[in-house]
Every structure is written in structure tokens, then in C-alpha cells.
């Protein structure tokens, strides 16, 4: 919805920059991870996935990276344009019912 | 939105009021999610389906319930709106639960005043 992006932790970069959004999950457990993005007034969208018996994943223009060490996800978008501009947050499986749990996000911000 | 609609979009109802927000998809996907999304919070499960006349409850399921009669429509009832439900209700949908990807819907916008 409109008011998703508000509190969130936001990163600001220039256009034609590669942009790194970071994510902390919660359950070592977790054995699938999901990257969404959301733009204003709009559902999640699906990026990327990754599972857990892998560290990195190369989609167009997006990769993602997971360490498992830390439980850490990452984000990377290359040449980043002001349609990437929006707010992405990371899914897990870390639910009790082998549900997805969801993190907050981190509003995109894209200076042309 | 990977063939998922979502009824009405927009909604504004009065403390106290029954409101019934509609799931429709075309994927013929088994499993079928409501959550919903506040400021502050990341999406929330709510309840989902895992087959026709198959549902259980999310983290947040209070003053939620939830039928699915056909493979394609899952509807989310508040059966005595309350403010704290004020909220953006969306659908998703996914071949199996846990490990793979869930499409979302537009979204419902619901004001509770």
C-alpha cells in the first residue's frame, strides 16, 4: 500500500550505480529465501528465491547472495534505473507452519 | 499479478460492520494466503487455504475467518470490523506451501472508522 515505505530504513543511490539491500533472518533453520519488491499502491512482487544449499543465485540485472554463517541476505541490483525505485523485503521459511515470515524492507530510493 | 484479483479494492466501513474481501485467481494454484501489511510490521499471515474447504489460522487470525468452496476464490471475512483492522489486506497464491515462490494480488485498502 501507499504507507509501506514509512519507517522503513531507506537507501538512496544514483542512477547507473549498483545498489546492495540487505536482509537479517531470523530462523537457522530456514531453508528457502524469497526477495520481493513493492512499488507504491502495488502488491509484492517476486524477484529471486535462493535455497539454502546454495550461496549465490544470478537473475537479470539482480543477485542474490546468502550466508548462512550470519543469516544474511543480500540484494544486488546492478545499474540501478528509477524503475527499481520502491521498497524490497526479504521472506523466509521460517514459520511455524513452514510458512513464509516476511521482513519489513528497505525503501529504494533512485536519484536520477 | 499473476492472474489474481482481488474485491473491492477500496473499502471504507463503520466499527461493527461485516465486510467480505474476495481472493479470485487463475493459476489453479492449491494453496491460497490472506495477509495483511501495516506500517512498522512485515506482511502477517492471517489465514490460508490449502485446498477447497481446507484453512488454518495465521500468526494474526483474531476477528478473521476465512471460506474457500472453489479452487479459485478464497474470501476473508471481519465479522465485526474494529479499527485495528484498518489495514491493506493482500492475497497470495503458491503451488505448495514453505519453499516456493507466492504470487501476490493489487491489494485491498480497508479504513475502519
Same mark, same amino acid.
Given at each position: %500500500?501507499?504507507?509501506?515505505?514509512?519507517?522503513?530504513?531507506?537507501?538512496?543511490?544514483?542512477?547507473?550505480?549498483?545498489?546492495?539491500?540487505?536482509?537479517?533472518?531470523?530462523?537457522?533453520?530456514?531453508?528457502?529465501?524469497?526477495?520481493?519488491?513493492?512499488?507504491?499502491?502495488?502488491?509484492?512482487?517476486?524477484?529471486?528465491?535462493?535455497?539454502s544449499n546454495m550461496d549465490k543465485r544470478q537473475g537479470q540485472r539482480v543477485t542474490v547472495l546468502l550466508n548462512k554463517t550470519v543469516k544474511h541476505l543480500s540484494l544486488q541490483i546492478a545499474a540501478t534505473q528509477?524503475?527499481?525505485?520502491?521498497?524490497?523485503?526479504?521472506?523466509?521459511? %521460517?514459520?511455524?507452519?513452514?510458512?513464509?515470515?516476511?521482513?519489513?524492507?528497505?525503501?529504494?530510493?533512485?536519484?536520477? | 499479478?499473476?492472474g489474481i484479483t482481488q474485491s473491492p479494492r477500496h473499502k471504507v466501513t463503520e466499527t461493527g460492520t461485516p465486510v467480505t474481501l474476495r481472493c479470485h485467481q487463475t493459476e489453479n494454484h492449491r494453496y491460497m494466503?490472506?495477509?495483511?501489511? /501495516?506500517?512498522?510490521?512485515?506482511?502477517?499471515?492471517?489465514?490460508?487455504?490449502?485446498?477447497?474447504?481446507?484453512? /488454518?489460522?495465521?500468526?494474526?487470525? /483474531?476477528?478473521?475467518?476465512?471460506?474457500?468452496?472453489?479452487?479459485? /476464490?478464497?474470501?476473508?471475512?471481519?465479522?465485526?470490523?474494529?479499527?485495528?483492522?484498518?489495514?491493506?489486506?493482500?492475497?497470495?497464491?503458491?503451488?505448495?506451501?514453505?519453499?516456493?515462490?507466492?504470487?501476490?494480488?493489487?491489494?485491498?485498502?480497508?479504513?475502519?472508522?
Open positions: %500500500g501507499e504507507n509501506v515505505g514509512l519507517h522503513l530504513p531507506t537507501l538512496s543511490v544514483q542512477e547507473g550505480d549498483n545498489s546492495i539491500i540487505n536482509c537479517a533472518y531470523s530462523n537457522s533453520a530456514s531453508d528457502y529465501f524469497i526477495w520481493y519488491k513493492q512499488e507504491s499502491g502495488k502488491g509484492p512482487q517476486f524477484i529471486i528465491d535462493i535455497r528509477p524503475g527499481d525505485s520502491a521498497v524490497y523485503f526479504c521472506a523466509e521459511t %521460517g514459520g511455524s507452519q513452514g510458512n513464509l515470515i516476511f521482513g519489513k524492507g528497505t525503501k529504494l530510493s533512485v536519484k536520477p | 499479478d499473476a494466503y490472506w495477509y495483511r501489511q /501495516d506500517p512498522g510490521h512485515g506482511l502477517r499471515l492471517i489465514h490460508y487455504s490449502y485446498g477447497v474447504k481446507d484453512t /488454518d489460522k495465521g500468526e494474526v487470525s /483474531d476477528g478473521y475467518s476465512v471460506s474457500r468452496s472453489k479452487t479459485e /476464490d478464497f474470501l476473508l471475512t471481519l465479522e465485526s470490523a474494529t479499527s485495528s483492522q484498518t489495514s491493506v489486506y493482500f492475497c497470495a497464491i503458491s503451488a505448495s506451501m514453505g519453499a516456493y515462490e507466492q504470487y501476490f494480488g493489487p491489494g485491498t485498502r480497508l479504513t475502519v472508522t
